[in-house]
């Protein structure tokens, strides 16, 4: 019996998937769909009547209470009951990015929804930066909530307030604040004008301290206990400053960050590790937003970043003469750490809005050997948002809820635990590990969620215990959604 007949069987013995799953037809449209409705199942704070995921319910009603501040709502960031303003803050720039870009793709009652997911998460961001010369960062001590096993709407644990205040610096947190309430102005400014005001004037202040007091957030004694290991910067605060002052540049046309953006590339490196995109590194999303200034208005002076973007691009095509990414055998692209999917999802999204950019000015991308049309940029997107569905050696969808088959054990608490409707008697902190240790399927579905993803090898495994590849997080989906808008509107790439 070959590898591949073991395989068969693991999956249909001891996990119920079934690797034959026919994925010749998917519906983008419906995944489109769940991927905004994700973000119910991760909400913090006052849920309102019309919350669509049923088995949650209120949560964290005194956060910020320490600080005699409301600091109530925004998401957690993944399986826990943690909100790290870093993540979160990304996760709203790339919702709202997916929704500048092909938000009139969408279907009106997904534009709407996407639009409710981005304002639970701004509302939030402006209580964040509300007051002068400081940023709250982080709510929930994670080192105690990691040690619990518990319901959002049980936490008993403490929710700590995590705060920087002037001269200390927080460039990477504020950078990233600004850049995600300077896109969702551009998000809501044809909707509510004047919440989009208010989301543009406070992310200039919020960039001012971001530059003012330039430096890494979690270099600060008391941030660092808090945000790391989870989201400690790793790749220092500079790229944040060049992406929020780009978002600034797009929402604003204010010719001073174009001067930010003309005269800082270079001390705040922004020809360094130009092939990454995540949470924690802007500069390969940086470099496609700037190119757009490149391509629409000849605005040579940042060609530098649109040489940057089309390298970046060129490592994305396996038949270029660049060094490439790595790919799974099935296809995936694959970079080791854990979530692996927030690679698949970030780098399918902005090869479809770099395509988009391209083909309003009739450009291609030269790669030495060959030029990489638009066209086979969305190529490469799609491979990835297929496999993502179901189109893999496993026959898995990686998004919960879509399709016959998808991981049943994900290591989230809510989605795990009995909710609160079904079982309203309080479930105490060790009390959960009972169901955190059962290789019963989670009783909850969070639909929508996109799991961390399966390894090198393409095998998934279904532990719950296996938080880097079962995890859901809110920066995986987000991008996820402009990429499933484009493809719902236009299923086979041209």
Same mark, same amino acid.
């Given at each position: 019996?070959? #590898?591949?007949?073991?395989?068969?069987?693991?999956?249909?013995?001891?996990?119920?998937?079934? #690797?034959?799953?026919?994925?010749?037809?998917?519906?983008?449209?419906?995944?489109?769909? !769940?991927?905004?409705?994700?973000?119910?199942?991760?909400?913090?704070?006052?849920?309102?009547?019309?919350?669509?995921?049923g088995w949650r319910g209120n949560s964290g009603l005194s956060?910020?209470?320490?600080?005699?501040?409301?600091?109530?709502?925004?998401?957690?960031?993944?399986?826990?009951?943690?909100?790290?303003?870093?993540?979160?803050?990304?996760?709203?720039?790339?919702?709202?990015?997916?929704?500048?870009?092909?938000?009139?793709?969408?279907?009106?009652?997904?534009?709407?929804?996407?639009?409710?997911?981005?304002?639970?998460?701004?509302?939030?961001?402006?209580? *964040?930066?509300?007051? #002068?010369?400081?940023?709250?960062?982080?709510?929930?001590?994670?080192?105690?909530?990691?040690?619990?096993?518990?319901?959002?709407?049980?936490?008993?644990? @403490?929710?700590?307030?995590?705060?920087?205040? @002037?001269?200390?610096?927080?460039? %990477?947190?504020?950078?990233?604040?600004? $850049?995600?309430?300077?896109?969702?102005?551009?998000?809501?400014?044809?909707?509510? #004008?004047?919440?989009?005001?208010?989301?543009?004037?406070?992310?200039?202040?919020?960039?001012?301290?971001?530059?003012?007091?330039?430096?890494?957030?979690?270099?600060?004694?008391?941030?660092?206990?808090?945000?790391?290991?989870?989201?400690?910067?790793?790749?220092?605060?500079? %790229?944040?400053?060049?992406?929020?002052? $780009?978002?600034?540049?797009?929402?604003?046309?204010?010719?001073?960050?174009?001067?930010?953006?003309?005269?800082?590339?270079?001390?705040?490196?922004?020809? %360094?590790?130009?092939?990454?995109?995540?949470?924690?590194?802007?500069?390969?999303? &940086?470099?496609?937003?700037?190119?757009?200034?490149?391509?629409?208005?000849?605005?040579?002076?940042?060609?530098?970043? !649109?040489?940057?973007?089309?390298?970046?691009?060129?490592?994305?095509?396996?038949?270029?003469?660049?060094?490439?990414?790595?790919?799974?055998?099935?296809?995936?692209?694959?970079?080791?750490?854990?979530?692996?999917?927030?690679?698949?999802?970030?780098?399918?999204?902005? &090869?479809?809005?770099?395509?988009?950019?391209?083909?309003?000015?009739?450009?291609?991308?030269?790669?030495?050997?060959?030029?990489?049309?638009?066209?086979?940029?969305?190529?490469?997107? !799609?491979?990835?948002?297929?496999?993502?569905?179901?189109?893999?050696?496993?026959?898995?969808?990686?998004?919960?809820?879509?399709?016959?088959?998808?991981?049943?054990?994900?290591?989230?608490?809510?989605?795990?635990?009995?909710?609160?409707?079904?079982?309203?008697?309080?479930?105490?902190?060790?009390?959960?590990?009972?169901?955190?240790?059962?290789?019963?399927?989670?009783?909850?579905v969070l639909v929508g969620a996109i799991v961390g993803g399966?390894?090198?090898?393409?095998?998934?495994?279904?532990?719950?215990? %296996?938080?880097?590849?079962?995890?859901?997080? *809110?920066?995986?989906? @987000?991008?996820?959604?402009?990429?499933?808008?484009?493809?719902?509107?236009?299923?086979?790439?041209?």
């Amino acid at each position: 019996m070959g #590898p591949s007949s073991l395989l068969f069987l693991y999956l249909i013995f001891f996990h119920g998937f079934s #690797p034959l799953v026919e994925s010749s037809y998917l519906d983008y449209a419906d995944a489109l769909s !769940k991927s905004i409705l994700f973000f119910e199942g991760q909400r913090s704070g006052f849920l309102p009547q019309d919350q669509r995921i049923g088995w949650r319910g209120n949560s964290g009603l005194s956060d910020g209470w320490m600080y005699n501040t409301d600091l109530t709502g925004g998401y957690y960031d993944a399986g826990d009951n943690v909100k790290f303003g870093f993540p979160m803050a990304f996760t709203t720039t790339m919702l709202a990015w997916s929704v500048i870009e092909f938000g009139d793709l969408m279907p009106p009652n997904e534009l709407r929804n996407a639009l409710v997911a981005i304002r639970w998460a701004t509302d939030y961001l402006l209580k *964040t930066v509300s007051q #002068p010369n400081r940023i709250f960062v982080q709510v929930g001590d994670p080192n105690i909530d990691h040690s619990c096993w518990e319901r959002p709407e049980d936490m008993d644990t @403490a929710r700590s307030v995590y705060a920087v205040d @002037a001269p200390n610096p927080a460039s %990477d947190v504020a950078g990233e604040t600004a $850049a995600a309430l300077a896109a969702s102005s551009m998000a809501f400014r044809s909707v509510d #004008p004047g919440y989009a005001d208010t989301l543009l004037g406070n992310a200039v202040q919020v960039f001012q301290f971001a530059d003012n007091f330039r430096g890494a957030y979690s270099d600060n004694a008391h941030i660092r206990d808090g945000a790391c290991p989870f989201y400690c910067d790793f790749s220092g605060y500079q %790229d944040e400053l060049l992406w929020g002052a $780009a978002w600034l540049r797009r929402a604003s046309q204010d010719n001073s960050y174009l001067s930010y953006l003309e005269n800082n590339g270079k001390t705040l490196g922004a020809d %360094d590790n130009i092939n990454e995109f995540g949470w924690d590194n802007k500069h390969a999303g &940086l470099n496609i937003l700037v190119s757009k200034e490149v391509l629409d208005g000849n605005m040579y002076t940042l060609e530098s970043y !649109k040489a940057s973007a089309d390298s970046f691009m060129c490592t994305l095509i396996p038949d270029s003469s660049s060094s490439h990414i790595e790919y799974t055998p099935g296809g995936l692209i694959y970079k080791p750490g854990g979530s692996n999917l927030q690679h698949a999802t970030t780098i399918s999204f902005i &090869l479809l809005v770099y395509a988009k950019y391209l083909d309003r000015t009739s450009q291609t991308v030269n790669c030495g050997n060959e030029f990489v049309s638009p066209v086979l940029l969305r190529t490469q997107a !799609k491979k990835q948002v297929d496999y993502i569905l179901g189109e893999n050696p496993m026959g898995l969808s990686y998004m919960v809820g879509y399709s016959n088959y998808f991981p049943q054990r994900i290591h989230h608490r809510g989605s795990s635990l009995p909710s609160v409707k079904d079982h309203p008697e309080f479930i105490a902190c060790k009390d959960g590990s009972i169901y955190f240790n059962s290789t019963n399927p989670n009783p909850n579905v969070l639909v929508g969620a996109i799991v961390g993803g399966p390894g090198e090898d393409d095998v998934y495994g279904d532990d719950r215990a %296996d938080f880097r590849t079962s995890e859901p997080t *809110t920066y995986i989906n @987000a991008p996820f959604v402009g990429a499933l808008a484009y493809f719902a509107a236009h299923p086979n790439p041209s």
